[in-house]
């Protein structure tokens, strides 16, 4: 069974690091991409960036290129999403989902991490 | 400010028929195929329609999409209350380079 499994929620101050991470099972990870999706509260889907596990190869969307980091640990079938200075704005359920290739809609998700940032 | 537009809210009776549109330009649906996501309260969204019309294993043949030009349209039958959920229309957006979402569109079963 393919399943997406995220980190759990987390609660941060303005100005700290943060890293969440998503393990993939039950298919071959490094054969699949794996993005990143934001929901701010409230609010819609907003498409953040993928990476390939295989070679780590990442697409980044013009609205977050800068504000975050994609990366992927093949060995632990492992996909992660970071920030070095999070914002208030922050705040928001991210998932991460599979698809087979960039262009291809995402077929399975995560259940989703909420980051919440307050000071 | 959503690159595709669907309409914020829709509603039927149990049994009706309901559609939910999603509109985009030249660069996203007029050049690639649109795909349906699914979110129930509090849950993760889900595919429910994928290449404008097909669904997944698992997904009742109640839901179906169709594509013309620019627009897109998400067409549910025989609503139930378990379908009570937003709708997401997705497209490549071919000049962004990015998966381009609509707003959504909350459904509510009367």
């Known amino acids: 069974e393919v399943q997406l499994v995220q980190s759990g929620a987390e609660v941060k101050k303005p100005g700290e690091s943060l890293k969440i991470s998503c393990k993939g099972s039950g298919y071959s990870f490094t054969s699949y991409w794996i993005g990143w999706v934001r929901q701010m509260p409230g609010k819609g889907l907003e498409w953040m960036g993928i990476?390939?596990?295989?070679?780590?190869?990442?697409r980044y969307s013009p609205s977050f290129q800068g504000q975050v980091t994609i990366s992927a640990d093949k060995s632990i079938s492992t996909a992660y999403l970071q920030w070095s200075s999070l914002k208030a704005s922050d705040t928001a359920m991210y998932y991460c989902?599979?698809?087979?290739?960039?262009?291809?809609?995402?077929?399975?998700w995560g259940q989703g991490t909420l980051v919440t940032v307050s000071s | 400010q959503s690159v595709l537009t669907q309409p914020p809210s829709a509603s039927g009776t149990p049994g009706q028929r309901v559609t939910i549109s999603c509109s985009g330009s030249s660069s996203n649906i007029g050049s690639n195929t649109v795909n349906w996501y699914q979110q129930l309260p509090g849950t993760a969204p889900k595919l429910l329609i994928y290449?404008?019309?097909q669904r997944p294993s698992g997904v009742p043949d109640r839901f179906s999409g169709s594509k013309s030009g620019t627009s897109a349209s998400l067409a549910i039958s025989g609503l139930q209350s378990e379908d009570e959920a937003d709708y997401y229309c997705?497209?490549?957006?071919?000049?962004?380079?990015?998966?381009?979402f609509g707003g959504g569109t909350k459904l509510t079963v009367l």
């Open positions: 997705a497209a490549w957006d071919d000049s962004l380079n990015v998966w381009v």
């Open positions: 990476i390939y596990p295989g070679d780590s190869d990442t």
């Open positions: 989902a599979r698809s087979f290739i960039t262009t291809d809609p995402f077929d399975y």
């Open positions: 290449s404008n019309n």
